[in-house]
C-alpha cells in the first residue's frame, strides 16, 4: 500500500495487516530494525502519507489525520512489544552463552606468609603495649657479666655452671637467656618506674630434639615501680594468657626456685587448651600446661643497678616463643620452625 | 632423684596418694618429672602363712610346705631352707609370670606343687636368692603382693640450690611442712664402742682447706661383707641404685637417706698411717673404682696415703682401697668438698657419680657427723662391724654458727601483695627447720638450718612462706602503678622497630614469605656464598668478606659463625624449598647480622633486611599456566614499591659485588647514603652452593639506615590538580649504552613546568643494535586546561634535548 492509497482510503483506522504480518515474522532485533525502518521509517508510505496530509482538501484532513495516527500508533505500539519480547529473549540467550563454572579456582592474588615466631612475637607485644609496656632489644652477643653475674649468678654458681654456653671469647658468649635486658634497661632508664619487654633469640650449647633448639627465642618483660607485687605479676601474665589463648583460659603458680635472678621465684601455667584441662596426650595428662618462668626481681639484682630493694619492687618473667607457638598451633616439633619450609609457613603463618 | 614413697614414709606420715603428693611438691618448688609404680607384676601373687612343712618323700632336700593363701590352702614344694611355719611368705599361684615364665603345674619328684613361694630375685627385688623372702608377720593372709610390697617411686628434677632436697629426709622435711605433719627423723643406735681407738693408728691431715672444708673419719673393725638385707636392696633398687655388697650399700643408703656422700675404704690396703687431703700434682695418674686410669690436674682433689692417691675427693674412691669380699676393716669417711671444683673434676673427667651430683650443688658440712654415725650404727648392725671408739676430725670451715636473718612478716606484703602475719610466718618456718625467735618491732629472728644453702636474706624468707602456703592463695590483680615515657632504649630503636613493621606489611602484601634463619654458619656456607673477593669494605656490599666471630665451643661443624649477612640463609632456605619443589620463592628475612670489633667490644649487631625472589612469578594456574622466571626487575619493582610506601627517595646505580652476576648488580643509595644492594647471584655462586639453575635476584638493605631515610622523610598533603591531564607518547631510539636513567633525567630537566609525569612503557632491541624506549608524558597545568598544542610543544622541546644530548632519534 503506498503513501497516496492510504491518503485516499481508508484502512479503517487499523494498522495495515500486511505491515502487522511482516512484523511477526522479524526474528531478531536487526531484522525488527530492518522493519521499524520500512514502516515507520521517514521514507515509509505511513510516514509520507502522514507528512502528506497538507495535500488533501481540507475537509478530508482531519479524517485522514486521525486514522493515519490510529494506524501509526498501533504500529508503535505493536512493533515495542515485538521488540521487548525479542530483547528479553536474546539477553537471556546472551546470559545463557555467558555462564560460567563457578567451581573453576580462581586466579591467585598474591599473599606472603608470616613466620609464626614473628607473628606470636607481634600478638605479645601488642598485648604488652596496651598495659603500657615498651619493646626493645638487646645485644645476641653478651658479656658474661650481663648474662650471668649481674643476674645473681656469679662465677661458680650451680645454675651458672649447668648451662650450656657457647662461648666466643673467655667473657663474651652468646646470651642464654633475654634476662640480660632486665640489667640493661634498668641501667637506661636509671629509676624506676619502668615496664618493658624484650623479644629475641638466645643459645644454649645443646643437642637438638623435637624439643630442643640450641637456638630459639624468648620474650623477657621486667616491671618496677614502687608497689608493684606478685599479685600483679599474676594478673599480668594471666592478661596475656587470656589474650593468646582465649578468654576461658586459667593460669596457675606454683614456686620455681631455678632462676637465681628473682625471689621469690614461680612458674606459670595454663589449663590446657587441647582438653580444657580434662587431661591428655598434648598436657602429658596433667591438664596444665607449664608456660613460662617468673618471679619477683632478687633484691640484689636491683641493688645491682643502684635501686633501692626497700623502695621499689619489681617482676620480671621469660618465657619461649616457640612454645607458645607451638601449643597454640599445635607443632610437634621445635626444630620445624628455622626449616622455613614453605609448607609449614603456609600452615599457621 | 627418684624417692620411693615407702622409703619417704620412714620419716613423714604421708596422708594422701602418689598423685596428690606430686602436685603439691611441684606447687612448692620441687619439680616432679615422672611416678613410677613398683610392684604392679605381682597383682596376682598374694601373701601366704606357712601352716605347716613336711619333708618331701622322695627329696631330702626339698619340702612340703602347707599354705594359707587368703582363699585356699594349698601344697607347694620348695627347696629353701629359711622356711618355717607361721612365716608370712610370697606365694605366686600356677599361671603367674615369674622372671619371664609361665609357672606351670608340673610334678616335682612325684609330688604337685600347687603354685610358688619366691625368693626376693624372683620377684625382681634384690639379687638375693639365699632363702624365701620372708614378709612383715603382720602382713594378712590372700593380700596382693602389689599392695604388700608395691610402690610409688616419684622421679624429682631438684633445682641445683636446692641440694638438700638430693636426700630422702630433705623431700620428707618438705613434705611433713606442706601437709602439716612432724618429720621423724631416723633413730640412732649408738653400738658399744670397742678395741683400740681409731686415733691410735691413725692420723689425718688437710693440706687443701679450700677444697675440702672438713672431714670425719671413723673406723669400724670386723665387718663381714656379704649381702645386704632384702629391704635395703629394694629400696636402693627402687631409688635407682644398683645393690653391691652390705658395705657399699649402707654407704650409698646413707647418701640417699641425709644427701650426704660417705666413702668406705679398705683400712687394710691403706700404706702408712695418714690421710692427706690434698691438691693433685699436675699429671698425677690414679685408676678409680671403675677400673679407668684417671690423669689429674691440679685443680682436683686427691685422698692419699703415704705413698699415693687412694681416692678422688668427692668425686670416686680408688680401685686400690675399694672394699673387697676379704675386707675386715672400714675407714669410713664423711668429707665436704668444694662445689665448684667437684664440678669442674666431673666435667673434666667425665666422671658423673651420685656423690658428684650432690658435692657439685653443695652439701650440708653440718651433717657429716651425723652421716658418719649413722653409717658406723647399720654397719654394726648389718655388717656384724665393730665402732672403734672416737673420731678423727679435721674442720677447716670459718663460720660455725647459723646465718641469722632479720625477718619483718610485712615484708610479705610489699613483695606478694598480700601480708601474712608474725604467727603465719613462724609456723611456716619452723616447720622448714628454721629456728625462730621471738619477734620484736624489726622483725622476727631466724636462724638459717645448716642445709638451706640458698637462704641469705628476707626475700627467701618470703619465699619459704609463700611456697608452703601456696601460690594459689594470691589473687591476681592488675599494677596500678605510674607508666613512665622514659625510654627504656634508644629512640632509634623504637623507630626502627616500627619500621620494620611496615616493611614487613609490604612484603607480606607483596607475596614475599617470611622466614626467619639460624644464625649460625659453617665455614663453608658462609665462604662459598663469595664469588671472588673484591674488597668492599665494613658495609653490607662488603658484609660477606668480613671475618665472622667463631664460637669457642660450637655444637657442630656447620654452626660455628655467626652470621655476618644474610645471604647464605636464605639461599639455603631458597635451595631447601626449591627441592621440595616449590615453584614461587619469594623470601624475606627481618634480623640481625654480626660484625665483629676487638676482643674488647661487643660486635655491631645490624639489623638488616634480606630478600631473595626465584622461581617463576605469578602462581602457577589455569589463569597463568606458563608463568615466567622472576627476573632482576621484578624484584626491583618490589624494593621500588617498597620506598615508595616508606617515602624513601632513593638511586639505583650498577656496582660490583662478589656474589652477584657482573652487570646485574646495583647498589641502592639516598642522599649518598648506601641504603644495601640489590642483584642476581652469580652463578658459580649458585653452583658452589649444589642450588638450581635459573636466576635468583637477592637484595639486603640496612634497617636502620632505611628507618633514618623513612624518618627524614615528611611526606606532605599537595592539592591534586583540578585541570584535566594531557598525555602524549614519545617513542625514540638511542645508542645502547644510554640508560634509562639518563634519558628520564634529560626528560625531567627539559620537560618543563607542565610535564607532570614520565612514564616507560614499552623497550625493545632495534636490528641497528640501538634500543627503541616509549614513554609517556603526561602534561598538566594548574591553571587551566592545556591546549594539543602546549603539550605538544613541551614535547618537542623534551625530544630536542634527547636528540642534542643522548643522541636519541624520535621514531
Known amino acids: 500500500m503506498t503513501a497516496p492509497d492510504l491518503l485516499s482510503n481508508g484502512a479503517a483506522g487499523s494498522a495495515p495487516a ?19 525502518t520500512a514502516h515507520l521509517g521517514r521514507k515509509s508510505a505511513l510516514m509520507l502519507a502522514l507528512s502528506g496530509l497538507g495535500q488533501l482538501p481540507p475537509d478530508q484532513r482531519r479524517e485522514a489525520g486521525q486514522r493515519l495516527n490510529r494506524a501509526k500508533v498501533a504500529l508503535e505500539q505493536t512493533f515495542e512489544a515485538r521488540r521487548s519480547v525479542l530483547e528479553a529473549a536474546e539477553l537471556s540467550a546472551q546470559l545463557q552463552e555467558e555462564r560460567l563454572d563457578v567451581t573453576l579456582p580462581g586466579r591467585p592474588a598474591v599473599r606472603g606468609r608470616r613466620h609464626p615466631i614473628r607473628a606470636v612475637i607481634a600478638d605479645i607485644s601488642a598485648l604488652f603495649q596496651g598495659l603500657g609496656f615498651q619493646v626493645i632489644e638487646g645485644p645476641e652477643v653478651e658479656w658474661e657479666d650481663y648474662n650471668f653475674t649481674k643476674l645473681n649468678l656469679p662465677p661458680g654458681h650451680p645454675s651458672r655452671d649447668f648451662t650450656d654456653t657457647f662461648w666466643i671469647t673467655e667473657r663474651m658468649l652468646l646470651r642464654t637467656h633475654t634476662s640480660p635486658n632486665q640489667i640493661r634497661a634498668m641501667e637506661r632508664v636509671g629509676q624506676p618506674p619502668l615496664r618493658v619487654i624484650v623479644p629475641g633469640r638466645v643459645y644454649r650449647n645443646e643437642a637438638t630434639d623435637a624439643s630442643h633448639e640450641s637456638i630459639f627465642f624468648q620474650i623477657e618483660g621486667l616491671m618496677v615501680d614502687d608497689r608493684t607485687t606478685m599479685r600483679d605479676m599474676m594478673g599480668v601474665l594471666t592478661y596475656m594468657t587470656r589474650g593468646l589463648f582465649g578468654e576461658q583460659r586459667r593460669t596457675r603458680f606454683s614456686c620455681d626456685q631455678g632462676f637465681p635472678f628473682v625471689e621469690p621465684g ?66 610437634d616439633d621445635i626444630r620445624l620452625f628455622a626449616q622455613n619450609d614453605l609448607r609449614f609457613l603456609g600452615q599457621v603463618g | 632423684m627418684r624417692v620411693p614413697l615407702r622409703w619417704l614414709a620412714r620419716y613423714v606420715e604421708l596422708d594422701r596418694d602418689a598423685t596428690a603428693l606430686a602436685e603439691l611438691l611441684h606447687a612448692s618448688g620441687t619439680e616432679v618429672e615422672a611416678i613410677h609404680q613398683v610392684g604392679e607384676q605381682w597383682r596376682t601373687l598374694r601373701v601366704a602363712e606357712i601352716l605347716r612343712i613336711e619333708k618331701h618323700p622322695n627329696a631330702d632336700r626339698l619340702n612340703l610346705a602347707t599354705v594359707n593363701t587368703g582363699a585356699q590352702t594349698l601344697t607347694v ?61 603382720t602382713e594378712a593372709p590372700g593380700r596382693s603382693l602389689a599392695d604388700a610390697l608395691g610402690d610409688y617411686v616419684l622421679e624429682l628434677d631438684v633445682k641445683p640450690t636446692r641440694a638438700d632436697c638430693l636426700s630422702v629426709i630433705g623431700v620428707a622435711r618438705e613434705v611433713a611442712a606442706l601437709t602439716g605433719r612432724t618429720l621423724k627423723l631416723p633413730e640412732l643406735s649408738r653400738p658399744d664402742a670397742s678395741g683400740e681407738p681409731i686415733d691410735r693408728d691413725f692420723r689425718l691431715r688437710i693440706d687443701a682447706p ?178 672403734a671408739p672416737g673420731t678423727v676430725e679435721v674442720d677447716c670451715r670459718e663460720e660455725h654458727g647459723p646465718r641469722r636473718i632479720v625477718f619483718a612478716p610485712q615484708e610479705t606484703g610489699r613483695l606478694l601483695g598480700k601480708t601474712y602475719d608474725a604467727e603465719h610466718c613462724r609456723r611456716v618456718l619452723v616447720s622448714l627447720g628454721f629456728d625462730v625467735g621471738r619477734g620484736d618491732a624489726v622483725g622476727l629472728e631466724v636462724a638459717v638450718p645448716s642445709w638451706r644453702l640458698d637462704v641469705h636474706q628476707p626475700a627467701d624468707l618470703v619465699e ?36 620494620t613493621t611496615r616493611v614487613t606489611d609490604v612484603l607480606l602484601g607483596a607475596g614475599f614469605n617470611e622466614v626467619v634463619n639460624r644464625t649460625l654458619l659453617g665455614e663453608r656456607s658462609h665462604a662459598r656464598c663469595v664469588a671472588r673477593p673484591l674488597g668492599l669494605g665494613r658495609s653490607l656490599l662488603g658484609s660477606l668478606e668480613i671475618a665472622p666471630l667463631r664460637l669457642a665451643n660450637p655444637l657442630a661443624e656447620d654452626e660455628q659463625y655467626l652470621r655476618t649477612s644474610l645471604v647464605p640463609g636464605l639461599l639455603g632456605t631458597f635451595g631447601r624449598n626449591r627441592r621440595l619443589g616449590e615453584e614461587g620463592l619469594q623470601f624475606f628475612e627481618t634480623g640481625k647480622v654480626f660484625w665483629p670489633r676487638s676482643d674488647s667490644e661487643l660486635p655491631e649487631e645490624r639489623a638488616v633486611l634480606g630478600v631473595l625472589a626465584g622461581g617463576t612469578w605469578p ?68 653452583r658452589q652452593l649444589d642450588l638450581p639453575d635459573g636466576a635468583i635476584l637477592m637484595a639486603e638493605l640496612d634497617l636502620d639506615a632505611l628507618s633514618l631515610a623513612a624518618g627524614a622523610a615528611r611526606p606532605r598533603f599537595a592539592a591534586m590538580g583540578r585541570f584535566p591531564d594531557l598525555p602524549r607518547q614519545l617513542t625514540i631510539s638511542v645508542a645502547a649504552s644510554v640508560t634509562a636513567a639518563q634519558v628520564e633525567r634529560t626528560l625531567g630537566e627539559a620537560g618543563g613546568p607542565l610535564l607532570a609525569g614520565t612514564r616507560l612503557v614499552d623497550v625493545f632491541p632495534l636490528p641497528d643494535g640501538r634500543v627503541s624506549l616509549s614513554y609517556l608524558l603526561t602534561f598538566r597545568s594548574d591553571e587551566r586546561t592545556l591546549t594539543d598544542d602546549e603539550a605538544n610543544a613541551a614535547r618537542d622541546v623534551a625530544m630536542s634535548a634527547l636528540a642534542q644530548n643522548l643522541g636519541a632519534v624520535q621514531r
Not at chain 1, 18 to 36: F, I, N
Not at chain 2, 109 to 136: F, K, Q, T, V, Y
Request: proline share 5%; charged share 20%; with cysteine.
Open chain 2, 210 to 387: 679450700d677444697l675440702c672444708s672438713r672431714f670425719v673419719a671413723r673406723l669400724i673393725r670386723g665387718v663381714r661383707v656379704g649381702p645386704s638385707p632384702w629391704w635395703m636392696q629394694s629400696l636402693l633398687n627402687a631409688a635407682g641404685v644398683r645393690s653391691i655388697n652390705n658395705v657399699v650399700d649402707v654407704t650409698n643408703f646413707i647418701m640417699l637417706e641425709w644427701g650426704k656422700p660417705i666413702h668406705a675404704y679398705d683400712f687394710a690396703a691403706l700404706r702408712g698411717s695418714e690421710i692427706r687431703v690434698r691438691r693433685a700434682i699436675e699429671g698425677e695418674r690414679i685408676t678409680t673404682l671403675d677400673g679407668v686410669e684417671r690423669t689429674l690436674r691440679p685443680d682436683m682433689v686427691v685422698i692419699a696415703d703415704a705413698e699415693g692417691g687412694i681416692g678422688l675427693g668427692g668425686i670416686m674412691g680408688g680401685a686400690e682401697s675399694e672394699v673387697k669380699d676379704s675386707t675386715t676393716d672400714i675407714l669410713l669417711e664423711s668429707a665436704n668438698f668444694d662445689a665448684v671444683a667437684m664440678r669442674r673434676t666431673a666435667t673434666a673427667l667425665g666422671l658423673h657419680s651420685e656423690a658428684v651430683r650432690r658435692f657439685e650443688r653443695g652439701v650440708d658440712p653440718g651433717v657429716a657427723p651425723t652421716a658418719a654415725d649413722h653409717a658406723c650404727s647399720a654397719l654394726a648392725l648389718l655388717a656384724g662391724g665393730r665402732v
Open chain 2, 77 to 137: 614344694v620348695c627347696g629353701a631352707p629359711n622356711i618355717a611355719a607361721g612365716q608370712k611368705v610370697p606365694f605366686a599361684p600356677v599361671g603367674s609370670v615369674i622372671q619371664g615364665e609361665v609357672l606351670q603345674a608340673r610334678p616335682i619328684r612325684g609330688i604337685p606343687s600347687e603354685g610358688m613361694l619366691c625368693a626376693a630375685d624372683e620377684l625382681g627385688l634384690s639379687g638375693d636368692h639365699a632363702g624365701i623372702l620372708i614378709l612383715d608377720p
Open chain 1, 266 to 331: 614461680a612458674q606459670m601455667a595454663m589449663d590446657c587448651a587441647s582438653c580444657d584441662g580434662a587431661g591428655c596426650r598434648v598436657c602429658h595428662y596433667t591438664g596444665w600446661l607449664e608456660i613460662l618462668g617468673c618471679g619477683m626481681v632478687h633484691p640484689d639484682v636491683l641493688r645491682g643497678v643502684n635501686i633501692d630493694p626497700h623502695r621499689y619492687t619489681g617482676w620480671a618473667f621469660g618465657l619461649g616463643v616457640e612454645r607458645i607457638a607451638m601449643l597454640k598451633y599445635g607443632i
Open chain 2, 464 to 499: 619459704e612462706v609463700a611456697r608452703i602456703t601456696g601460690y594459689g592463695d594470691l589473687e591476681p590483680t592488675l599494677p596500678d602503678g605510674e607508666i613512665s615515657a622514659v625510654a627504656a632504649q634508644d629512640p632509634a630503636f623504637t623507630a626502627r622497630q616500627a619500621l
Open chain 1, 18 to 36: 500486511e505491515a502487522l504480518a511482516s512484523l511477526e515474522q522479524a526474528a531478531d532485533t536487526a531484522a525488527l530494525e530492518v522493519w521499524r
Open chain 2, 619 to 686: 602462581p602457577r594456574s589455569w589463569r597463568t599456566p606458563a608463568p615466567a622466571a622472576v627476573d632482576f626487575y621484578d624484584l626491583k619493582g618490589v624494593l621500588e614499591t617498597l620506598l615508595v610506601a616508606l617515602h624513601v627517595e632513593a638511586s639505583f646505580e650498577a656496582v660490583e659485588h662478589p656474589t652477584l652476576q657482573p652487570g646485574r648488580a646495583a647498589a641502592l643509595r639516598t642522599d649518598g647514603e648506601l641504603l644495601g644492594w640489590l642483584g642476581q647471584v652469580h652463578p658459580s655462586v649458585s
